[in-house]
């Protein structure tokens, strides 16, 4: 937990970063983060004198670690930074302490959009499609999946409160948290000439997991894939880059724009398959990195998108290493698409609209429209 130092350390660390310029960190740029500084800490100002009169001397108690962690999420919202969040460790390779739900939604409804195997969650029953309204007692209503996430996230072994509403019925869980593996890339044969990549989220690995997925699809005589990034909230930007190079021969891929700076303009990378059939499936749950793909792959006319309205995420954060080994990820930048669109607020529209409940329905779109594909290509893999 933070020392009585980090409260202080983490307003310069913002301020640094404000200078220069969403489980759950949406679109970071990998490797990019602050070193901790290993010099003498600045005197105790302000912010230690506050917190130390409050631990000390409030009518309740309060941890000292939990007023500092209040006054760094504090700075965030100040900031105005949506998706700005504090958490223990960097968050990059996709594991944490939580209880294994990722959500997607904002405003008055947060709804579950995948459960981990083997998590708190899964074992106590919460299920895809579930709302979530609160979070020990407090409401959901009004704030973004990473402040909610933030909430869930916290030591092995403590509780927390969940209020869900499966459907119109309302359940009340109290789940001890537990360590939560990252999400695999997972490849499968749908039927004998259509291969299926669902992609939950870009943490490390992900790019090379799809590209090793697809070419076992293709071993397997397929003649179109399904890449299916369905409720994937995002992720890590570079594994967003080496993803959508799989299906790309080199050209633009996306370009982000730091406050005061030049466009960096990120390419395919290497030789990808520009043949196979391909459609990207997305629902409003498709966020950031997950955007990136298919915004490209849309741009570039290598794929067909199918499904409905994506999420909507266009900016890019940054891990910010703290001396206590957690980590501030701080947003930093913009992207733009290859056509010179942005996704922020308005997301994706897909070429084909499926709007329904039922997941099955457009994958069953999806795997029509491959066969058309197939037809006009001749079955070319």
């Known amino acids: 937990m933070p020392s009585r130092q980090l409260i202080r350390r983490a307003a310069i660390s913002a301020g640094a970063v404000l200078a220069l310029s969403g489980t759950f960190v949406l679109g970071v740029v990998a490797g990019a983060g602050s070193t901790p500084d290993h010099d003498s800490p600045p005197p105790a100002g302000v912010l230690d004198d506050a917190a130390d009169q409050i631990a000390g001397s409030s009518l309740l ?8 962690a209040a006054a760094i999420k504090a700075m965030l919202a100040t900031a105005g930074d949506q998706w700005g969040s504090w958490a223990e460790g960097d968050g990059t390779n996709g594991s944490y302490a939580g209880v294994g739900i990722w959500l997607r ?29 609160q979070v020990d007692g407090r409401s959901t209503d009004g704030l973004t999946p990473a402040d909610v996430a933030s909430a869930l996230r916290g030591n092995p072994g403590t509780t927390v409160r969940l209020a869900l509403l499966h459907g119109t019925r309302p359940r009340v869980l ?107 499936l997305v629902d409003g749950g498709t966020a950031s990195a997950a955007e990136v793909v298919t915004g490209a792959l849309q741009d570039r006319g290598r794929a067909v998108v199918v499904g409905s309205r994506t999420f909507g995420k266009g900016t890019v954060q940054e891990p ?30 897909p070429d084909i609209q499926v709007v329904s409940s039922d997941g099955r329905e457009a994958l069953s779109r999806a795997r029509e429209v491959l066969a058309g594909l197939q037809a006009d290509t001749g079955g070319r893999g």
């Open 105 to 133: 939604g904002t405003g008055a409804s947060l709804v579950i959009s995948q459960v981990a195997a083997d998590s708190p969650a899964r074992r106590a029953g919460v299920q895809v499609g579930d709302e979530l309204t």
């Open 320 to 349: 910010k290493h703290l001396s206590d080994g957690s980590s501030l990820a701080l947003t930093v930048a913009r992207y733009t698409l290859p056509s010179g669109r942005s996704v922020d607020g308005v997301g994706i529209e």
């Open 174 to 280: 109290e789940l001890t948290r537990a360590e939560v593996p990252a999400l695999e890339v997972t490849v499968s044969m749908i039927s004998s000439t259509v291969g299926r990549i669902v992609v939950p989220s870009f943490t490390r690995g992900t790019g090379r997991q799809v590209r090793d997925g697809l070419g076992a699809l293709l071993k397997q005589r397929a003649q179109g894939v399904v890449l299916d990034l369905r409720g994937d909230p995002g992720g890590l930007l570079t594994e967003a880059v080496e993803t959508a190079s799989a299906f790309l021969d080199g050209g633009p891929i996306v370009t982000y724009t730091r406050r005061g700076g030049s466009p960096v303009h990120l390419d395919a990378e290497g030789e990808g398959n520009t043949r196979v059939p391909l459609v990207v």
């Open 61 to 68: 108690p309060v941890d000292r670690d939990a007023l500092d």
